[in-house]
């Protein structure tokens, strides 16, 4: 099964989280990343993401495959939304389970900023005073 996917519509967490439950799990930890009203000083109006959908899942799967190996870790997951967003919506969620709760926590940060600078995902954001930027990393 993947451990990296790209999706163009809102998604559950429930199923990501339940894919990381395992009997040698006794910590789970998790990142939810979401659109927010403002960024660099100006306020967002909402958002567009885009990929390179077959390099950014690759890339994201090797991400993954690396934290199982660095961290002392069962399993981990994340997906990455693609496409329009509004603000409040999420827009990445990264899980970790592990026997401990140390490792589980180091490993979604160290995931989501590995993510973040090396996966070709860019976004596009509307300003309030009418404006644009792209933005990479995500």
């Known amino acids: ?3 990296f996917a790209l999706s163009d519509a809102a998604f559950d967490v429930a199923p990501l ?17 979401w659109v927010r009203d403002h960024h660099g000083g100006r306020g967002v109006l909402g958002l567009r993401y885009e990929a390179y959908a077959a390099l950014a899942e690759a890339e994201g799967e090797r991400i993954l495959a ?3 190996q660095r961290f002392d870790i069962v399993d981990a997951a994340c997906l990455h939304r ?3 967003l509004a603000i409040g ?3 990445v969620w990264v899980g970790a389970s ?4 140390g ?6 940060r160290w995931i989501i900023d590995e993510v973040k600078s090396r ?9 309030a005073g009418g404006d644009a930027e792209w933005l990479h990393p995500s």
């Open 82 to 84: 693609t496409g329009e």
């Open 98 to 101: 592990a026997a401990h709760r």
């Open 119 to 127: 996966v070709p995902i860019w976004k596009h954001e509307r300003y």
């Open 66 to 68: 690396e934290a199982v």
């Open 1 to 3: 099964m993947k451990r």
């Open 17 to 33: 989280r339940q894919r990381l439950l395992s009997p040698r799990a006794g910590a789970f930890a998790s990142f939810e990343g």
């Open 89 to 91: 919506e999420l827009a």
């Open 103 to 108: 490792p589980a926590f180091d490993a979604c």
